[in-house]
């Protein structure tokens, strides 16, 4: 499995290198390379069922810090570093109409790509961190060079928020290496180095937030729908896909794994809130409806889409918080049916729609009558958002069912306000259909004929196979939850019960 | 004592000055009638050559130090060792930038001067004693008038070279005026001792002479390594020298003085461990021993009692300002400037809470040779840029990816690397010296100084998020925005591969990070 994060940072040198003027060159060498990903990815995690925690490389880095490079994979990891693999294959088929300095586009593609790969893996605390850094910059360019509308603010807006939040981290991460002795930065031995309760009740907040921002807990969410809006198509599939995981990920592996007794009660309660806990899953319950609530009043698709997944990430926070076994299979549930879902939607706003028609405002959809005009669009966009507002049989229902039933045996409370979340995005969907798609108003005959001359290319197979892949994954979980729940289960089972200790 | 002696211990200096006037004599002498081209080759490469067998002298002095009876006048080995190679390979590195600049025909001249200047920083990262360490530095800082003079066709040069020589005079006579105060008080002008005399004088309670002499030396230092609020010059100094002094004064003169101030900080502490000394307070704090009691009211003693505080001042004010000025910037050359500021405040807070294991030296050492290295290397690319552009403006950095795509990648690396991005090598050194800090600063058996160390090391963690907003601001238009002009950037086969190099080293070390760390230690064994 750690050949995935060998591969894509190879693939984004050789991306670099590759000829300027060869754009179809660097596409079909892209595929290549992010397909290689993937069936690593798959054979890995095939590979994985009834295993704990694989051991894939344990290489002292600096001798004189303890750093080591560990690479290692326990079932949250896999899962993950199989919804990376999806994610960068579904990326590169919907950038395939890339024509600006394509090789340079792929290059910081990958690079992003092998960094989120890395922390998947990483079993060293510092490892993380650097590969978590790594992922950073790439985001920036994507965006800055190939994005749409306000990109350069949504850029930087991106770059700064994510290193406010890896600052934070850096500092917990430093303050917890020293207090531990400053002997190894390994995830298992800061984990075990008994880090007294009165430093990890400020350090796990600090750590948590850090990582929270890049996940969009409200209110360090905003950088999230500009982002995602002025990303290109693939970055924002790749934004919401995996990136927002990544500070999920961070919060479960780091602020959660080595940090357990942060969230123990403070010993006294304001408002109900007596503990970290309470004050996150609060933020992830507000995020959860706030979300939902903006969503349904945008004008513009993609921020539609962009306030969703503010919404949808709550939920994986949420279930975190819970820390019972069920909500914490919920929110990596979660993390897996986000990342494929919301790729699928910026999929479909961002390439199928956005590049044929231009616009993304719903009072200039309204009259294209996209339904008769682009009906794989409106088709695709109807199964996703169905499965994105979480109905049976789709990822999000498995996952968000897991997250509320556990949220349910935390705080009764947490369910009942983020089931109105739910409520608000079946509302925001169907009127993200209604208006985009399936709008009341007939054709005029003007209508009708400028639609003669302006005649939208026609869907190619680079998008049917992109939205097959992450149709089918979708459904593949929603109707069989055990193919992901096997491996998660026991790893969130180690996980809580090492916190426990 | 005897002149053999004293020839073998100061052999790495003397390579420098042979080099120097080896230098003049064939570029005046021989070449005279050349193409300006040839004489500048020339005059960088023997300059060069002289640096290298100036690093062999290094080695080949087996680390002998010179000493004037019982007290050392130049330490040899360890922390002096180390900074003098890295002094000498920036050097070497800044004169093989020379090459392809125009901006004087007197090429002789200007490499003599700056392995002059290289001298008097090879003289203070070893000297042991007051009035060596002032000869140094002075020797030190009149080459860097005179280089950033150079550009005689620039009025930017001369103006920026009469701040800097009018600031650097001021300063001089500050630090001078220090060392009397601290002669006055011990009574001898070689370090151990005047630690020594200085603790006696103070011992029942600070003297107010001392507090003087303290400030006054932090002016003198502070406006050598450009901390706030003695950083003045440096601005209208990085914009106004030639390309090469600019990347010479930010890289090499910045190794030397914070070699020269991790000297003096050993000494103080190592000075205080040797006597076993329970003090108080601060000096109780660096050399407590678990299980003794803490005496029980804590006056500030000797050297080390302000100092530490007077360095967190000067640390927080130039993190702080450095940061947030370079945000305003439109000349990158006063961005690097700012940013060179607030690397500085990074460095003096490892000052601050300095370790008498080697700890904090390595990690000071570390920090401040791959920021030169850096710095040098995007010297490089401003000075190329300049040249093709006619300002360093940041606009002139606009679509920088098309003009030239090799110069491009060499400015994302380097400028990642100083914004501190893994895996470049600018990260580690930042890792590796607040690790040290808060390492050192826990072990403090005082809960206020802990909390203090790590507020500190946030501060300073936070500020360097910051810094990643001006220097993508630059990046942002090499690769972002589109050209103003397409045509391409031609750059010299030497400088390219110089520039090739550094970007190559930052990356290698970065992923390696042992490396360097391993190389440097090994002098400490």
Not at chain 2, 207 to 226: N, Q, R, S
């Amino acid at each position: 499995m750690v050949w995935t994060i060998y591969i894509s940072f190879a693939g984004a040198l050789v991306s670099a290198l590759l000829p300027k003027d060869k754009p179809v060159l660097a596409r079909w060498f892209a595929l290549a390379a992010a397909v290689a990903g993937l069936a690593i990815a798959v054979a890995g995690y095939a590979a994985g069922f009834g295993q704990a925690r694989q051991v894939f490389v344990d290489a002292l880095w600096v001798p004189s810090m303890g750093i080591h490079f560990l690479l290692a994979a326990d079932g949250i990891s896999r899962v993950l570093v199989l919804l990376t693999g999806i994610a960068s294959v579904s990326g590169v088929l919907f950038s395939w109409n890339v024509e600006l300095r394509t090789n340079q586009f792929f290059a910081f593609y990958f690079a992003l790509i092998g960094g989120v790969y890395g922390v998947f893996l990483s079993g060293d605390l510092f490892l993380l961190f650097v590969f978590y850094e790594i992922a950073i910059v790439p985001k920036y360019f994507l965006i800055a060079i190939w994005g749409s509308t306000r990109r350069e603010y949504g850029a930087m807006k991106l770059a700064l928020y994510s290193f406010v939040g890896s600052a934070m981290v850096f500092i917990g991460l430093l303050a917890a290496y020293v207090t531990a002795g400053s002997h190894s930065t390994t995830l298992a031995a800061l984990a075990n180095a008994g880090l007294p309760v009165s430093f990890q009740m400020w350090c796990f907040p600090l750590v948590f937030v850090g990582f929270a921002i890049l996940a969009g807990m409200w209110p360090f969410h905003t950088w999230a729908p500009t982002g995602h809006v002025a990303a290109p198509t693939a970055a924002s599939m790749l934004l919401a896909g995996v990136v927002m995981k990544l500070g999920a990920y961070g919060c479960l592996r780091v602020g959660i794994g080595l940090f357990p007794h942060g969230l123990d009660p403070w010993g006294f309660s304001f408002l109900g809130v007596g503990s970290w806990r309470d004050v996150f899953a609060w933020l992830a319950v507000i995020g959860i409806v706030y979300g939902a609530l903006v969503a349904l009043a945008q004008t513009d698709f993609k921020f539609v889409i962009g306030y969703s997944s503010v919404s949808h990430m709550g939920f994986v926070l949420l279930g975190l918080m819970t820390l019972n076994q069920i909500g914490v299979d919920g929110a990596v549930l979660q993390m897996f049916s986000h990342g494929v879902i919301a790729g699928l939607l910026f999929a479909i706003v961002g390439r199928v729609v956005y590049d044929r028609t231009h616009t993304r405002q719903f009072a200039e959809l309204e009259p294209m009558h996209l339904s008769r005009r682009l009906p794989f669009a409106a088709w695709a966009f109807v199964f996703a958002g169905i499965a994105s507002m979480g109905l049976p049989g789709f990822s999000g229902f498995v996952a968000e069912l897991q997250v509320l039933v556990g949220a349910w045996q935390a705080n009764p409370g947490w369910t009942i306000c983020s089931g109105v979340g739910i409520i608000v995005g079946v509302a925001y969907i169907w009127r993200a259909l209604q208006k985009a798609f399936f709008s009341d108003a007939l054709p005029t005959a003007h209508e009708l004929e400028g639609e003669q001359h302006h005649k939208f290319a026609p869907i190619t197979w680079p998008e049917y196979a992109g939205v097959a892949l992450l149709g089918a994954c979708t459904l593949a979980v929603g109707l069989y939850p055990r193919i992901l729940l096997d491996q998660i289960e026991p790893a969130v089972k180690a996980l809580l019960a090492g916190g426990a200790q | 004592m005897n002149y053999a002696f004293l020839f073998r211990a100061t052999l790495p200096e003397t390579a420098l000055e042979i080099a120097a006037l080896l230098v003049i004599v064939v570029d005046l002498g021989f070449l005279r009638k050349a193409a300006a081209a040839t004489r500048v080759s020339v005059a960088a490469l023997l300059g060069a050559a002289g640096c290298a067998a100036s690093i062999w002298a290094v080695y080949a002095a087996g680390w002998g130090s010179l000493s004037n009876g019982s007290y050392f006048v130049l330490a040899a080995g360890g922390s002096a060792a180390v900074a003098q190679i890295a002094i000498l390979i920036l050097t070497a590195l800044t004169l093989l930038l020379f090459i392809d600049t125009g901006f004087t025909r007197n090429p002789g001249e200007y490499v003599s001067v700056v392995l002059m200047a290289a001298a008097g920083g090879l003289i203070i990262s070893a000297a042991q004693d007051l009035l060596v360490i002032f000869v140094g530095l002075e020797l030190l800082s009149l080459g860097l008038y005179i280089l950033t003079a150079f550009a005689k066709q620039s009025g930017k040069s001369a103006e920026a070279a009469l701040k800097y020589y009018l600031f650097g005079g001021m300063s001089a006579a500050f630090l001078l005026f220090g060392f009397s105060y601290l002669y006055g008080l011990s009574g001898a002008t070689s370090l151990p001792r005047v630690v020594y005399g200085t603790y006696q004088a103070s011992a029942h309670g600070g003297t107010p002479l001392l507090m003087i002499a303290l400030v006054m030396i932090a002016v003198g230092f502070g406006f050598k390594v450009a901390a706030v609020p003695f950083h003045f010059w440096a601005p209208d100094t990085y914009e106004g020298a030639p390309a090469p002094a600019a990347a010479f004064i930010a890289s090499v003169s910045k190794v030397a003085s914070f070699a020269l101030l991790i000297s003096i900080s050993s000494v103080a502490l190592h000075f205080l461990q040797d006597l076993h000394l329970t003090g108080v307070a601060v000096v109780v704090a660096f050399v407590h021993q678990p299980g003794t009691p803490l005496p029980p009211s804590p006056v500030l003693h000797g050297l080390r009692g302000a100092w530490p505080l007077i360095l967190i001042v000067l640390s927080v004010a130039s993190m702080i300002l450095g940061n947030l000025a370079a945000l305003a910037q439109s000349s990158v050359r006063r961005l690097l400037a700012y940013s060179a500021i607030a690397h500085a405040g990074y460095i003096l807070l490892g000052l601050a809470f300095f370790s008498w294991t080697n700890a904090s030296a390595q990690a000071i050492l570390y920090y401040v040779l791959t920021y030169g290295l850096t710095t040098i290397g995007a010297f490089g690319v401003v000075g190329v840029v300049e040249r093709a552009a006619g300002s360093d403006k940041l606009d002139s950095f606009l679509g920088l990816q098309k003009r030239n795509p090799l110069l491009a990648a060499v400015l994302l690396v380097l400028f990642l690397s100083l914004a501190g991005i893994p895996p470049l090598v600018g990260f580690w050194t930042k890792f590796n010296l607040f690790a040290t800090v808060l390492d050192h600063g826990f072990k403090i058996p005082l809960s206020s100084m802990q909390s203090e160390a790590l507020a500190l090391v946030a501060l300073a963690i936070a500020f360097s998020a910051v810094s990643l907003y001006y220097y993508l601001q630059v990046l942002k238009r090499a690769y972002v925005m589109p050209a103003a002009d397409d045509s391409p950037i031609k750059v010299h086969p030497v400088t390219l591969a110089v520039l090739l190099l550094i970007a190559a080293a930052v990356v290698v070390m970065g992923c390696f990070p042992a490396l360097l760390q391993n190389w440097i230690a090994n002098f400490y064994a």
